[in-house]
């Protein structure tokens, strides 16, 4: 059996075919069950996606100052060395 996009089993065989008539399982409350299940499945992928995605942005965020605060050090350095030549001119 297949399931659908829409929450109905498609079946694959002719046992498949006869399971899912004998047994009724495209009846609509199985249908909405299904559709709530995949639909529950599908958020706590995203939401596992989007956590993820907010440890990355954190850990860029964190990349992002330490590079601020390096290149801050690099200017200072740099106006201490151009004082210094000024100095000696």
Not at 22 to 43: C, H, I, Q, T
Not at 74 to 80: A, N
Request: net charge positive; with cysteine.
């Amino acid at each position: 059996m297949l399931s659908l996009a829409d929450g109905t089993l498609y079946p694959l065989s002719p046992c498949g075919t006869f399971t899912i008539r004998r047994l009724r399982l495209n009846r609509p409350p199985l249908v909405a069950y299904r559709l709530r299940a995949m639909r529950k499945r599908e958020d706590a992928r995203l939401l596992a996606e989007l956590r993820q995605l907010m440890q990355l942005q954190e850990q860029l965020q964190q990349q992002h100052a330490h590079l601020l605060r390096e290149q801050q050090a690099l200017l200072e350095q740099q106006r201490d060395l151009l004082t210094t030549l000024l100095n000696l001119l």
